[in-house]
């Protein structure tokens, strides 16, 4: 069974990538279970929606709801999927906390470790794939899309998140894949795959 994470800034091609992926394991006949951060469940998808509009949220009531949609979404759903012998596969997970509201929101970065595990206990992602792009090129490939609280942040923030998606690749390499999400869409997938099909 491999837990196996898609993170990067917004507008990066994660869903593009995420799609591609998923149809390569249908196709194959992997059982796996697809969730989405936040959100996966009826509460976090309740919360999701919270934290996508509400701009008068505290930066530390923000966190505790990301944490709260997380511990919801292990106990409902990737639990029962580590039971059942499914992969997992995931749009998003702790390091985007860890990035967003720790080199993003200016959070206690040691806090937000502790609070993942917290809402987590023992399940870690076994690979974390990063899709970099700097974000003056992100945030211009999303000119026309419609925009949530996060996406409207000013260029300083999202180039600190950038940054904290980075350092945590740096920190344990052999858990994390980063790939410049510059290159073309089949490129990307070809190399996806390679990596996850050694873990499947
Ligand atoms: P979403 O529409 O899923 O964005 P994307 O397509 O970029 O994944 O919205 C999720 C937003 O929530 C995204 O801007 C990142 C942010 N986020 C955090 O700030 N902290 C977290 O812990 C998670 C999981 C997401």
């Known amino acids: ?5 898609f993170e990067g800034g917004d507008g990066s091609g994660k869903s593009t990538q995420i799609k591609r992926l998923r149809n390569r394991l249908a196709r194959r006949r992997y059982l796996y279970t697809f969730t989405r951060e936040p959100g996966g469940t009826p509460l976090g998808e309740n919360l999701r929606k919270i934290l996508k509009t509400r701009s008068d949220l505290s930066p530390l009531g923000e966190l505790l709801l990301f944490i709260a949609a997380r511990q919801q979404l292990i106990n409902q759903v990737i639990i029962p999927a580590i039971d059942s012998g499914k992969h997992i ?8 906390t860890v990035a967003y509201q720790g080199y993003g929101r200016g959070l206690d970065i040691p806090h937000i470790v502790s609070l993942n595990k917290l809402a987590t206990g023992d399940i870690e992602p076994d690979l974390t794939i990063l899709l970099d792009m700097p974000p003056e090129i992100a945030l211009s490939r999303m000119s026309g899309r419609k925009k949530d609280t996060f996406d409207n942040s000013e260029l300083s923030f999202h180039k600190r998140v950038r940054q904290g998606f980075l350092e945590q690749a740096q920190s344990d390499k052999l858990k994390w894949l980063v790939l410049d999400a510059n290159l073309p869409a089949n490129k990307l997938a070809i190399e996806i795959w390679n990596k996850v099909k050694t873990l499947l």
């Open 89 to 96: 596969l995931s749009d998003r997970f702790t390091a985007s």
């Open 1 to 5: 069974m491999a837990f196996i994470v």
